[in-house]
């Protein structure tokens, strides 16, 4: 699966972005899809997950601002990120959690994007 995430730039405090990552297949069939963050000189943090039964949860530092969703028509997930906070610059990150049927068993793979970077500033 290959996951091209989009939607960063610049914004001011206060404002709102939206995120997509597009995946090369059927996100239908994809366990789950996620957003992380990775800020300069921290660890990359989970921010929201979204599984292909439609659950949901956002990590704490996020919930109430934003929003995590997916549209299996066009194999993309999103993240709307309103009321944003300096505390919010970072690369933002699209993870894709599949488990697929192997010769023996079953097997999870994971998937990265490139990264999209997401900076406010006044």
């Known amino acids: 699966v290959q996951l091209v995430e989009s939607g960063g730039g610049l914004v001011q405090p206060g404002g709102s972005l939206r995120l997509s990552c597009a995946a090369s297949?059927?996100?239908?069939?994809?366990?789950?899809m996620a957003w992380f963050r990775q800020a300069p000189g921290k660890q990359r943090e989970f921010v929201a997950r979204?599984?292909?039964?439609?659950?949901?949860n956002h990590a704490d530092s996020v919930r109430g601002r934003f929003t995590i969703s997916r549209d299996n028509a066009k194999n993309t997930v999103y993240l709307q990120m309103n009321d944003l906070t300096l505390e919010d610059t970072a690369v933002y990150y699209c993870?894709?959690?599949?488990?697929?049927?192997?010769?023996?068993?079953?097997?999870?793979?994971?998937?990265w994007g490139q990264g999209t970077q997401v900076t406010v500033s006044s």
């Open positions: 993870n894709a959690i599949a488990i697929r049927p192997v010769e023996v068993g079953k097997k999870t793979f994971s998937y």
């Open positions: 297949e059927s996100i239908a069939t994809i366990n789950h």
């Open positions: 979204i599984t292909s039964d439609g659950s949901i």
